[in-house]
């Protein structure tokens, strides 16, 4: 891919932001279990007092983390969802500070290292594997020692769950084979989606961090069992939402269901062998 053709990309999906910083914040809203049980591995793996969310949006994981007592920076591409992650810092009566910055460079903000970085979004939107190096060399640069890092990755199956889940009968005029063409091959899908978005292949994920230097703390899928009838669950008596959510915790981090899940949470530190650029 050309330099022109990604920052094509990333314009697209800075765009994107820029007008739906209001919807992404909202997203998030009530019950998910995306946000549920990444919330649960937050909690166990989270390490020291400082976080640097970068490609945070407008804020949601950042002001739930601020709100447990964490020194939060969050930093994002788009200048609409940084405007609206300040709002709700204020709203919320939170000390956090926000940049707008690309996730792939991030020198000119000049930031020190943190105990804990999360990537819960960048790596959804970067088609190029070497842009997607970039971003997690640019994190790993601004991690401590002994730190921890969140990813977040889009999975391969997230778009026929989408379909099951909501719209089943739009694969007859919306047959997204070259998706499933991908499915059957088993690689990764980049392309237009609900902006500029790559879904992934769940075997590349651990290949790539081990290549960047990390060992892996946990990988799961967050949605755990749901993907397929998410909403349904989702908006289901507590009582139900919480049956599916215990039994999705149980199993979440089996490769085994990792395709029920839209998303994918990878949780590493660097190895004792591997190199932190230190700032």
């Not at 909202?26 to 989270?46: C, D, N, Q, T």
């Not at 392309?191 to 230097?213: D, H, K, R, W, Y």
């Not at 979440?252 to 029920?260: D, F, G, I, L, V």
Request: hydrophobic share 35%; with cysteine; charged share 30%.
């Amino acid at each position: 891919m050309s330099r022109k053709e990604k920052n094509n990309d990333a314009e697209i999906v800075r765009e994107n932001y820029n007008k739906n910083a209001q919807s992404e914040w909202e997203r998030l809203e009530g019950f998910h279990f995306e946000f549920e049980i990444a919330k649960h591995y937050l909690k166990k793996h989270l390490r020291g007092k400082t976080v640097l969310d970068i490609g945070g949006g407008p804020g949601r994981y950042s002001v739930w983390l601020a709100k447990q007592g964490y020194d939060v920076t969050l930093v994002d591409l788009s200048e609409s969802n940084v405007a609206l992650a300040k709002q709700k810092f204020k709203e919320f009566g939170v000390k956090a500070k926000a940049y707008v910055c690309d996730a792939r460079n991030l020198s000119d903000l000049n930031l020190a290292t943190f105990d804990n970085v999360l990537l819960m979004g960048p790596l959804y939107h970067l088609s190029d594997v070497d842009d997607r190096k970039k971003c997690v060399s640019e994190a790993k640069k601004h991690l401590a020692p002994e730190g921890v890092l969140f990813a977040s990755f889009i999975t391969l199956t997230a778009g026929l769950n989408f379909y099951l889940d909501t719209c089943p009968e739009q694969l007859l005029q919306e047959p997204a084979l070259d998706l499933f063409d991908r499915m059957e091959r088993d690689e990764s899908w980049s392309g237009m989606a609900f902006t500029q978005a790559t879904f992934i292949n769940s075997l590349e994920v651990l290949p790539f961090f081990e290549q960047l230097g990390f060992e892996k703390i946990a990988l799961l899928g967050q949605e755990g069992l749901t993907g397929p009838r998410l909403t349904k669950i989702e908006n289901a008596d507590e009582a139900v939402r919480n049956m599916y959510l215990e039994i999705s915790l149980r199993v979440c981090e089996n490769p085994q269901y990792y395709a029920y899940s839209d998303h994918l949470l990878y949780i590493g530190r660097c190895r004792k062998d591997s190199k932190v650029t230190k700032r």
